[in-house]
């Protein structure tokens, strides 16, 4: 059994940084990518970014060049530091492991205007 436990979420105004974190229990972390899942409300869960375990990064282009995904193997900890924010970004943000279906409960985001 796998438990994501997320962390980091918070009120910020827009310009401005958060940097989420997950922390992952388990065995599993270091071999399976990671990624971060968002949902506002009303809308459909949507991807934001993965990193694989060989740490190559992918983004959602409404987040590239804003948000950074990054993991700590030996903390078993992957991160989102999110820069830029923007009112848009406001959601509930989910960590995932990629190779197998493992979710955390989600951290709020709200970016005000």
């Known amino acids: 059994q796998v438990q994501l436990v997320e962390s980091g979420g918070g009120l910020v105004q827009a310009g401005g940084s958060l940097r989420l974190s997950c922390a992952a229990s388990g065995s599993i972390f270091s071999i399976t990518a990671m990624g971060w899942f968002r949902q506002a409300p009303g809308k459909q869960r949507e991807f934001v970014a993965r990193?694989?375990?060989?740490?190559?990064?992918n983004y959602a282009g409404s987040v590239r060049g804003r948000f950074t995904i990054s993991r700590d193997n030996a903390k078993n900890t992957v991160y989102l530091q999110m820069n830029s924010l923007k009112p848009e970004d406001t959601a509930v943000y989910y960590c995932k492991t990629m190779d197998y279906d493992y979710w955390g409960q989600g951290t709020q985001v709200t970016v005000s205007s």
């Open positions: 990193i694989s375990s060989g740490r190559i990064t």
